[in-house]
């Protein structure tokens, strides 16, 4: 099993940056790909960003992409999301995601606020 913890959400006014973190436990994290997901109010949860295994290889969604960078630090056992240039609709509750190889059980954090200010 996989404990993640999300921190460096906020309030923050548009236009300006934050960097979230995920830190794991309990496994090391270069034996899982992960990735970003948020949830508004009243909306589902939706994809933000993956990073592989190694973390060579990103994707991100067209709402965040040019704006959000994923980044993982095996080492550290975190992951990360700078996140540039914000917006009011990216206010949502973001949530770190972990899954191992060969597997479809997804592990959660417990989420992070982040709220922009128009």
């Known amino acids: 099993q996989v404990q993640l913890v999300e921190s460096g959400g906020g309030l923050v006014q548009a236009g300006g940056s934050l960097r979230l973190s995920c830190a794991a436990s309990?496994?090391?994290?270069?034996?899982?790909?992960m990735g970003w997901f948020r949830q508004a109010p009243g909306k589902e949860r939706e994809f933000v960003a993956r990073?592989?295994?190694?973390?060579?290889?990103?994707d991100y969604a067209d709402s965040v992409k040019g704006r959000f960078t994923i980044s993982k630090d095996n080492a550290k056992n975190t992951m990360y999301l700078q996140m540039n240039s914000l917006k009011p609709e990216d206010t949502a509750v973001y949530y770190c995601q972990a899954r191992a190889r060969y597997s479809t059980f997804d592990y959660w954090g417990q989420g992070t606020q982040v709220t922009v200010s128009s």
């Open positions: 990073i592989s295994r190694s973390g060579g290889s990103t």
């Open positions: 309990g496994r090391t994290m270069s034996n899982y790909a």
